[in-house]
């Protein structure tokens, strides 16, 4: 049972360019979320999936798009990265919406150059 | 004015000492409080929850809800310096996903 899964761990990309973080859980939870973490502001939600096939914007959407592939898997996608997304960044799960706790990835670290 | 607010520490106490974890939050609506641990370098891991008024106490650790003051607190009694790490506040705003995360206080616990 490995929780919640991210890849890749750390990755570099240039202004402009696009990419996919990746976040598998297999906990058999329906909702999952994902945060950007940066210093001194703490975790702020991106996106959140509160079951399958739906998807809703959290607090900092702009410059992003998620999929929910299916139960398991939750993808967030930079289509033109910025250098004000070099974030770490989590993906968590929880079994339902409110009050469930989160389980959190291992993150992602990204940087925009 | 900020959802969620922490102090952000450094808050240095000594080994076996009580450490007192503050938070405050805006939103009077909010059903479900959380505490999260989170080591330099490492994600956040549950230490509590707490839904109603009053305290709950889980082994070296207590978690503190006023809702009136839109106030919740983290005790952690006998505290270890394995203990040192951020401590994040979490509320669930609007009850449903959107969870909001204060910045965090950074503890230290000195042998």
């Known amino acids: 049972n490995a929780g919640v899964t991210q890849t890749p761990k750390f990755q570099v990309l240039k202004t402009g360019q696009s990419m996919t973080l990746q976040c598998a859980q297999d906990m058999n939870h329906n909702s999952m979320y994902w945060y950007r973490q940066d210093p001194g502001m703490g975790l702020r939600l991106i996106y959140y999936?509160?079951?399958?096939?739906?998807?809703d914007k959290g607090e900092v959407p702009n410059g992003y798009n998620v999929s929910r592939l299916n139960k398991r898997e939750f993808s967030l996608r930079l289509e033109s990265a910025a250098p004000s997304q070099t974030s770490v960044y989590f993906c968590a799960s929880s079994a339902d919406r409110g009050k469930e706790t989160q389980y959190f990835g291992p993150g992602t670290r990204l940087l925009v150059l | 004015q900020k959802e969620v607010e922490q102090n952000s520490g450094p808050l240095s106490v000594p080994e076996g000492a009580i450490a007192s974890l503050n938070c405050t939050y805006s939103d009077r609506g909010s059903q479900s409080f959380f505490w999260y641990r989170q080591y330099s370098g490492k994600s956040p891991e549950l230490i509590m929850f707490i839904y109603s008024n009053g305290d709950k106490e889980d082994g070296r650790f207590t978690a503190q809800l006023n809702k009136a003051s839109q106030y919740v607190s983290l005790l952690i009694r006998d505290s270890q310096p394995s203990d040192s790490a951020t401590y994040l506040c979490a509320v669930n705003a609007k009850g449903n996903n959107d969870m909001r995360f204060g910045a965090g206080t950074r503890l230290t616990v000195k042998p």
């Open positions: 999936s509160a079951s399958e096939g739906t998807t």
